[in-house]
T-cell receptor, first 115, second 115 residues
Framework: AQSVTQLDSQVPVFEEAPVELRCNYS??????LFWYVQYPNQGLQLLLKYLSGSTLVESINGFEAEFNKSQTSFHLRKPSVHISDTAEYFCAVTDSGAGSYQLTFGKGTKLSVIP | DTGVSQDPRHKITKRGQNVTFRCDPI?????LYWYRQTLGQGPEFLTYFQNEAQLEKSRLLSDRFSAERPKGSFSTLEIQRTEQGDSAMYLC?????????????FGPGTRLTVL
């Protein structure tokens, strides 16, 4: 069984400041890792993903995440946040070798960007 | 390329009534997933289809729940004899498995309120 822990349920940060949203996972097998973002009353949008290769992955809007196998982490970072980044962020994991690829999500981190 | 669509976006029903939700995946996506998201939680896997075959069901999917995907296109999720505990956001996602990887794209969700 897999699990995802997002330690921070809420993260307030001032505009243009850096932010890190933490994600740790537990799995006995190789994994794929994802970050999704959810704006109020909307579905989830894929932000970025790690499947294989370079452990540092980037999104088009300035976020990046680094897969650390030894620490079983996939923290999300942005060097300078914008008001529009205010949303809830979900980390998710799936077994890379299984047939179903069902996602196991963390409980989410609400990022509030303060003007 | 249109995204995943879900209908209705909101549904309010009385306890004991039956409800049905529809999901239209991205065209040519062979996999379709259903998740449920309750307040303050991340989405939880319910079931998934590969083409028209329902291949896996979560323990969360009680016998009051049934899902279909006729002809491997759109899918429906029916809940019979709704209970207040069924109140949640029901999310649909689709993907096209290729090269051993799977990236799921989510619809906007159907928010169910059971009175």
């Amino acid at each position: 069984a897999q699990s995802v822990t997002q330690l921070d349920s809420q993260v307030p940060v001032f505009e243009e400041a850096p932010v890190e949203l933490r994600c740790n996972y537990s799995s006995s097998v190789s994994v794929y890792l994802f970050w999704y973002v959810q704006y109020p009353n909307q579905g989830l949008q894929l932000l970025l993903k790690y499947l294989s290769g370079s452990t540092l992955v980037e999104s088009i809007n300035g976020f990046e995440a680094e897969f650390n196998k030894s620490q079983t982490s996939f923290h999300l970072r942005k060097p300078s946040v914008h008001i529009s980044d205010t949303a809830e962020y979900f980390c998710a994991v799936t077994d890379s070798g299984a047939g179903s690829y069902q996602l196991t999500f963390g409980k989410g981190t609400k990022l509030s960007v303060i003007p | 390329d249109t995204g995943v669509s879900q209908d209705p976006r909101h549904k309010i029903t009385k306890r004991g009534q039956n409800v049905t939700f529809r999901c239209d995946p991205i065209s040519e996506h062979n996999r379709l997933y259903w998740y449920r998201q309750t307040l303050g939680q991340g989405p939880e896997f319910l079931t998934y289809f590969q083409n028209e075959a329902q291949l896996e069901k979560s323990r969360l999917l009680s016998d009051r729940f049934s899902a279909e995907r006729p002809k491997g296109s759109f899918s429906t999720l029916e809940i019979q004899r709704t209970e207040q505990g069924d109140s949640a956001m029901y999310l649909c996602a689709s993907s096209r498995v290729a090269g051993g990887t799977d990236t799921q794209y989510f619809g906007p969700g159907t928010r169910l309120t059971v009175l």
